[in-house]
């Protein structure tokens, strides 16, 4: 059986990652719209190599989609060997949050498959 046909039987699980998800989307335009209607600027903008573990192209494009979609974020490129992918984010404190931030929506794909 497919793995992702085991998402539609296990619905629960896409609930879950849905609601998680959309938290994330709340949270990103919050910042982004924050960022706008305010006079001083903290966009500290910058493109990351985000090391992913996608089995297959379908999970990558999902992955890729999914952080694009997040306001903030746009995946540049993805590696040939799809072991990497590059992502701009206009708020970086620390490159690794944005790493630790691509690789939790990941587990959460990961997990969602299971």
């Known amino acids: 059986m497919s793995p992702w046909i085991r998402v539609l039987t296990h619905p629960w699980r896409l609930v879950g990652f849905l609601a998680l998800y959309l938290w994330d989307l709340a949270r990103a335009n919050a910042i982004v719209a924050w960022e706008v209607v305010t006079p001083t600027h903290y966009i500290r903008p910058g493109i990351v190599a985000c090391p992913v573990r996608?089995?297959?192209?379908?999970?990558?494009?999902?992955?890729?989609?999914?952080?694009?979609?997040?306001?903030?974020?746009l995946v540049v490129e993805?590696?040939?060997?799809?072991?990497?992918?590059?992502?701009?984010?206009?708020?970086?404190?620390?490159?690794?949050?944005?790493?630790?931030?691509?690789?939790?929506?990941?587990?959460?794909?990961?997990?969602?498959?299971?």
Not at 60 to 67: D, E, H, P, S
Not at 103 to 109: C, K, P, S
């Open 78 to 114: 993805v590696t040939e060997d799809r072991t990497t992918m590059y992502v701009h984010a206009l708020h970086i404190r620390e490159p690794d949050d944005v790493r630790a931030s691509v690789r939790r929506l990941e587990d959460r794909l990961r997990w969602l498959r299971r």
């Open 54 to 73: 996608a089995e297959t192209d379908a999970e990558l494009t999902v992955l890729a989609n999914l952080v694009s979609f997040t306001p903030g974020t």
